[in-house]
């Protein structure tokens, strides 16, 4: 597996400034989302260029699984809840997350 490389970081940025954990949230992993929150160096806050973090990105998508893997890890939702005002359908998916 490539994290277990001295020379690989799963702290690596992409050129827009997204990591490994954003690029997975995005995507809907979860099973590549939870690998990357077991690494002690991985902090689930990071947000990318424009401020996007992983949370963020797996609401936008709605990816249920991996919000809920995030929210268990205690990631920031500021941007979350910022981002609630420019995207309805980012309110809609919170509402019935949690009202399951």
């Not at 994290?3 to 400034?17: I, M, N, Y």
């Not at 490994?20 to 160096?41: C, F, H, I, T, Y």
């Not at 424009?50 to 920031?76: M, Y």
Request: hydrophobic share 40%.
């Amino acid at each position: 597996m490539l994290l277990e490389r001295a020379e690989v970081s799963p702290c690596t940025r992409a050129k827009d400034g997204s990591t490994p954990l954003s690029k997975a949230a995005w995507w809907g992993n979860e099973g590549v989302v939870r690998m990357l929150l077991e690494q002690n160096d991985v902090n689930p806050n990071i947000g990318d260029w424009h401020g996007r973090t992983p949370l963020s990105r797996a609401t936008r998508r709605g990816h249920e699984g991996v919000v809920r893997v995030l929210l268990e890890q205690n990631c920031n939702g500021i941007y979350l809840l910022f981002s609630l005002l420019y995207l309805p359908d980012v309110g809609c998916f919170l509402f019935r997350f949690y009202n399951k």
